[in-house]
């Protein structure tokens, strides 16, 4: 049963807008409590070294400062745990919340300082004396691996997925292609950085911890089990959240100093991270490199790809283990056929800041990868390289198509999708053929410029499940709670309008609470573009059935079988439109108590959306800059339910990975010192870089696996951004297959140029 | 260094009479000591513009002025631009166009629209969007933000 849609597909405004831009927002260094302390931690300065000793006593004395905390104050704390992809032998590789014996990379917590003010805290910190022996560091992921402790090596595993006979195709083939390619080391790096105020309650003997973001209700669990207490004696409140991207929100040493000194010292504690820490201390991503083959015969088509490749994940695992790699190996295919497939994956350790995932995690990079070796097939070949990829994609008739592997849990099955129509109406919308034209035009008059178009396959929707309790209170409110998390996607007014067509009420009438793991007993939070297709299926359950709860109410009391009686515009009205008529609040003030319904959507499959990019740009080449002309983006996402939050996500994502083509790059000296530690540094994307953007957003291929047919939405954007450009500073330089690297910075490309 | 200054900081018309160290950002002391949260901190280096106000009609990153340098000074933030419940042409504008996702930039971007556009009401779309790039944003892809600053600046003439 779907509702009408008065609200579903319509781009409505906002409802979280109103406090943002009035200043009125709660993020976390807005909390504070009376007579909080500050914590600062003292980072390591050495890449990788030994620990001698660590000297607070100058720091001690000084007023005001009340504790300094190093690894043996802490001891009793178990490392911090995987939330995803946790392979056993991984385990071994975890952070402690405070180093052990050995620094492993310039950022490193040390020792935490707790002082009555934070400048005060941070004056500590300088007068905390940490002796470390260095000890050589290891920065090349596809290197030789090196030690990490006196058992083992830096290879903490190797993954493999495979189907079909690899070796049968590389046999049958007519050529092989081999390309060596890398992916520079980026982040998600939100506007606010990390914070995390944790709060005893000596009353209610309830810890509370205030700044949660993304995973309230995983945290919750798991610093619950780390200081050992009762998981309904841990509770989490997450307010405004000032972006997520994947970084932010995952549990961190900093959130366990916090909650762990507020059980010690009986004083709330507050930690706000500053930019030159969330720059070397919170997760970084994407540094991968691979090396794969094509085998291909004389047409082109693909008979197996080979990949082999080397994952960067910095000093630990960290709580997404082996997330990354696990999703690189499993998206790789992408949206064509590939009769044999078998990546192995190096998850690798080095001495640079710990990994987790950044939005389209494995994605980005396996699309740039994958897309590069379509643009070789079709260099190769001489075959044009739309037509190689016509010729390769998977057919409408061939879904659902299993790729014959797993990832994140589940068998990577492609629900429904239509590639070839979607490639197709984006090339008309480029006039693909006349903007090569024009631009070959152009190239012959000296300019350099050029075309890249790229496609992918997303994954959304990640299960296992999303619970939803509606409440219509006496006062007539209606709350919608749940365990999902906003990271300033728009999911209060997303779950509204979902929630208002069921219901039969205006969307501005429904509370969305979420990210309070008081307010209901479990939930999955906000990551893998999982919000809307779990949250919206569980809210569209709960709505149908309170639906029913309170026609059946109204009905006794209007005396009127209920399946005669319809809720309109926060109304009941009888269906035939005449007759007596009641207030919704009439209603819930009569059955206080009554009008609530919760539901459960369970899937044990993801949904996977589909797109394409094309981008025209000019190469500068006299200074190696990229100016882009031209950006066009279809997207199939199954079902909008709010137009403009979805081109809102993706020319959000599409700046982000502009910024991951060209200019955003974590990088190091060869002792391991890291280089971006400033926004003047570490170059995201200004308003001057983002091109205006043209978008298609298609519905053609609904999700069965849910009512409406929702995917997700918000990763579209920068999946295919490194591959599109790449593919277009190729034909920019006339050189098939010249970028073999993200970014692709004005000092590689003028590289580039010099090489000629 | 632990000595205090007092100084007064009016905000939006009041004033605040706070004693603060010589070192203290007037970020710090505009959330800190006078309660207005709006202000956000989001890089203390001068790059990022979250700590956008005005300061003597003048938009100033309030991470790089030292809250005594304010002293006396008129200062302007988010929290003044609404009067009472109606909202300032610009805040609704970024409501209107969606130019906004987390919130978090949007104060600095605010007050950075605001007072170019009442220096420079007649302010060219290319000299626009070079000021709009004086500021981060990472959610929205700054295109929303530069249409709805455009569609305020063409509101803002009309009055």
Same mark, same amino acid.
């Given at each position: 049963m779907l509702a009408k849609g008065k609200f579903v597909g319509r781009s409505v405004p +906002?409802?979280?807008?109103?406090?943002?831009?009035? @200043? +009125?927002?709660?993020?976390? $260094?807005?909390?504070?409590? %009376?007579? *909080?302390?500050?914590?600062?931690i003292v980072r390591s300065p050495i890449a990788h070294g030994r620990i001698r000793s660590i000297e607070a006593k100058a720091a001690l004395a000084l007023p005001g400062v009340h504790a300094v905390w190093s690894f043996a104050d802490i001891a009793h704390l178990p490392p911090i745990g995987f939330r995803l992809t946790g392979l056993i032998e991984l385990e071994a590789y975890r952070q402690t919340v405070l180093a052990q014996r050995y620094v492993r990379y310039v950022g490193e917590p040390v020792a935490a300082v707790f002082a009555a003010d934070p400048y005060l805290a941070e004056d500590a910190t300088d007068l905390v004396e940490i002796d470390i022996e260095p000890l050589p560091v290891i920065l090349d992921a596809a290197g030789r691996p090196g030690p990490f402790d006196e058992q083992r090596d830096t290879e903490t595993s190797v993954i493999e997925k495979k189907s079909g006979d690899i070796d049968a195709a590389f046999r049958a083939a007519d050529t092989v292609i081999s390309l060596d390619l890398s992916i520079g080391r980026h982040s998600g790096v939100p506007m606010e950085t990390r914070g995390a105020i944790a709060r005893y309650d000596e009353a209610r003997d309830v810890l509370e911890m205030h700044g949660a973001a993304k995973v309230p209700h995983w945290n919750r669990d798991r610093l619950a089990l780390m200081l050992g207490r009762h998981p309904d004696k841990v509770q989490l409140y997450e307010g405004h959240v000032g972006g997520g991207f994947g970084i932010r929100g995952e549990m961190y040493p900093e959130d366990v100093l916090v909650c762990a000194a507020a059980l010690k010292f009986r004083k709330p504690i507050k930690w706000i991270e500053d930019r030159r820490e969330h720059l070397i201390a919170a997760n970084h991503s994407r540094q991968q490199r691979h090396k794969i083959r094509a085998a291909i015969d004389k047409d082109g088509h693909i008979l197996g790809i080979d990949d082999e490749f080397f994952h960067d994940n910095g000093a630990y695992m960290r709580t997404h283990a082996a997330t990354v790699p696990d999703l690189a190996a499993a998206m790789l295919p992408g949206p064509y056929r590939v009769p044999a497939y078998r990546a192995r994956g190096h998850i690798r350790l080095t001495n640079k800041t710990p990994c987790g995932t950044y939005r389209a995690p494995g994605r980005y990079e396996t699309t740039f990868v994958r897309e590069r070796l379509v643009d070789a097939i079709a260099a190769k070949t001489g075959i044009d390289a739309i037509e190689i990829r016509r010729r390769n994609l998977i057919d409408k008739n061939a879904m659902p198509y299993p790729r014959g592997f797993s990832t994140l849990g589940t068998d990577v099955v492609y629900d429904s999708g239509d590639y070839a129509k979607l490639m197709d109406r984006l090339l008309a919308a480029a006039e693909w053929q006349g903007m090569r034209r024009a631009l070959e035009r152009r190239r012959a008059t000296g300019e350099k410029v050029g075309a890249g178009f790229a496609m992918f396959v997303e994954k959304s929707g990640l299960g296992p499940f999303d619970k939803v309790r509606i409440e219509v209170t006496p006062a007539g409110t209606i709350e919608l709670i749940t365990g999902v998390a906003s990271i300033g996607q728009g999911v209060e007014t997303a779950m509204a309008q979902v929630c208002a067509d069921t219901l039969g009420v205006d969307y501005t009438r429904i509370n969305v609470v979420h990210g309070q793991t008081d307010r209901i007993e479990k939930g999955m939070g906000a990551f893998a573009s999982r919000v809307t297709v779990m949250c919206g299926e569980a809210t569209h359950m709960a709505a149908v059935k309170l639906r029913e709860i309170m026609l059946a109410a109204a009905g006794q009391l209007m005396q009127t079988p209920a399946d005669m009686l319809d809720l309109v515009d926060d109304e009941i009205v009888r269906t035939g439109g005449t007759g007596p008529t009641m207030k919704l609040a009439a209603l819930a003030a009569a059955r206080p108590g009554d009008l609530t319904a919760e539901a459960e959507f369970k899937s044990s499959h993801m949904v996977y959306p589909y797109g394409a990019h094309i981008v025209q740009l000019r190469v500068d080449a006299d200074t190696g800059a990229v100016a882009i002309e031209r950006y066009l983006v279809a997207f199939d996402i199954g079902k909008a339910v709010n137009p403009m939050l979805v081109e809102g996500q993706i020319i959000g994502g599409l700046a982000q990975g502009l910024g991951g083509a060209l200019f955003e790059e974590f990088t190091y000296t060869d002792s391991g010192d890291p280089l971006a530690v400033t926004f003047a540094d570490y170059l995201m994307p200004t308003a001057n870089e983002v091109p205006a953007v043209e978008t298609f957003v298609s519905e053609d291929? %609904?999700? %069965?696996?849910?009512?409406?047919?929702?995917?997700?939405?918000?990763? @579209? @954007?920068?999946? %295919?951004?490194?591959?599109?450009?790449?593919?277009?500073? $190729? $034909?920019?330089? *006339?050189?098939?297959g010249a970028v073999t690297q993200l970014p692709v910075t004005p000092q590689r490309i003028k590289a580039m140029l010099r090489d000629r | 260094m632990r000595t205090k200054a007092a100084i007064t900081l009016n905000i939006n018309g009041r004033d605040y009479p706070i004693d603060v160290e010589p070192r203290r950002t007037l970020a710090d002391a505009i959330r800190e000591d006078c309660?207005?949260?709006?202000?956000? /901190?989001?890089? !203390?280096?001068? /790059?990022?513009?979250?700590?956008?106000? /005005?300061? &003597?009609? !003048?938009p100033v990153r309030s991470c790089l002025m030292f809250a005594v340098q304010a002293d006396g000074k008129q200062i302007r933030t988010v929290e003044g631009l609404a009067q009472g419940d109606k909202l300032h042409t610009m805040q609704q504008a970024f409501i209107d166009h969606h130019g906004l996702q987390c919130g978090f930039c949007t104060p600095g971007f605010l007050m950075l629209a605001v007072g170019v556009l009442e220096r420079e009401p007649d302010i060219s779309d290319e000299a626009l969007i070079d000021v709009l790039s &004086?500021?981060?944003?990472?959610?929205?892809?700054?295109?929303?933000i530069i249409k709805a600053v455009r569609a305020a600046a063409k509101e803002m003439q009309k009055k």
């Open positions: +906002r409802l979280e807008d109103r406090p943002l831009v009035t @200043g +009125r927002g709660r993020f976390a $260094d807005d909390i504070s409590f %009376p007579s *909080q302390w500050h914590m600062r291929a %609904p999700s %069965p696996l849910n009512s409406y047919g929702f995917k997700g939405a918000g990763e @579209g @954007g920068i999946t %295919p951004v490194g591959a599109a450009i790449a593919s277009a500073i $190729d $034909d920019a330089l *006339q050189r098939p | 309660g207005q949260t709006g202000t956000h /901190i989001g890089c !203390e280096h001068g /790059i990022c513009g979250a700590c956008t106000v /005005i300061v &003597s009609g !003048e &004086s500021n981060l944003c990472r959610c929205t892809g700054y295109q929303n």
